[in-house]
T-cell receptor, first 112, second 111 residues
Framework: SQTIHQWPATLVQPVGSPLSLECTVEGTSNPNLYWYRQAAGRGLQLLFYSVGIGQISSEVPQNLSASRPQDRQFILSSKKLLLSDSGFYLC???????????FGPGTRLTVL | AQRVTQPEKLLSVFKGAPVELKCNYSYSGSPELFWYVQYSRQRLQLLLRHISRESIKGFTADLNKGETSFHLKKPFAQEEDSAMYYCALRGYGGATNKLIFGTGTLLAVQP
């Protein structure tokens, strides 16, 4: 069975500090991977997606970056966090067999 | 431009009342539409998709291409239906299979 993990579950960081959120997927190979953000009062916004190792596409200009160093690992990073980076970050992957997108438990990021 | 609009942030109904969560979309081709649901303290999960044309937990949704809508309906709401509901669109073709989500509607079913 497939599983998707995200950590940490919650994070409180000061403005200007770096960020690294990790997402890993089990039980599948070469999945499409996605990072979404859910900001307060707003919907789910696609930030990045990846169709393979080292292949990253950005959907919106922002203070964040993503990397995919391994097939089933997707990392969301920032060199200097802004207050506006606060939100709930979801990692997702597409199961090609069922053609369904599944999501991790999410990370609640608060930037103070 | 691809866009999904959910006009209601909050929908409050009483148990047993009919429910309709509105979703309108903007897409130049023929998209695939989905409804995702997030119950309290649970992960976001797929509820149904328009190509399946099935009823899940009593919910149905019909794609109306003329009105570019994909409203989610249930004839009799239950308290356990209380959750955040997201409408999503995916365009055909391409390697990304990315989903475009609406802003979500919080459904609160009162006893």
């Amino acid at each position: 069975s497939q599983t998707i993990h995200q950590w940490p579950a919650t994070l409180v960081q000061p403005v200007g500090s770096p960020l690294s959120l990790e997402c890993t997927v089990e039980g599948t190979s070469n999945p499409n991977l996605y990072w979404y953000r859910q900001a307060a009062g707003r919907g789910l916004q696609l930030l990045f997606y990846s169709v393979g190792i080292g292949q990253i596409s950005s959907e919106v200009p922002q203070n964040l970056s993503a990397s995919r160093p391994q097939d089933r690992q997707f990392i969301l990073s920032s060199k200097k966090l802004l207050l506006s980076d606060s939100g709930f970050y979801l990692c997702g992957y597409r199961d090609s067999y069922t053609d369904t997108q599944y999501f991790g438990p999410g990370t609640r990021l608060t930037v103070l | 431009a691809q866009r999904v609009t959910q006009p209601e942030k909050l929908l409050s109904v009483f148990k047993g009342a009919p429910v309709e969560l509105k979703c309108n979309y903007s897409y130049s081709g023929s998209p695939e539409l989905f409804w995702y649901v997030q119950y309290s303290r649970q992960r976001l999960q797929l509820l149904l998709r328009h190509i399946s044309r099935e009823s899940i937990k009593g919910f149905t949704a019909d794609l109306n291409k003329g009105e570019t809508s994909f409203h989610l309906k249930k004839p009799f709401a239950q308290e356990e239906d209380s959750a955040m509901y997201y409408c999503a669109l995916r365009g055909y073709g391409g390697a990304t299979n990315k989903l475009i989500f609406g802003t979500g509607t919080l459904l609160a079913v009162q006893p």
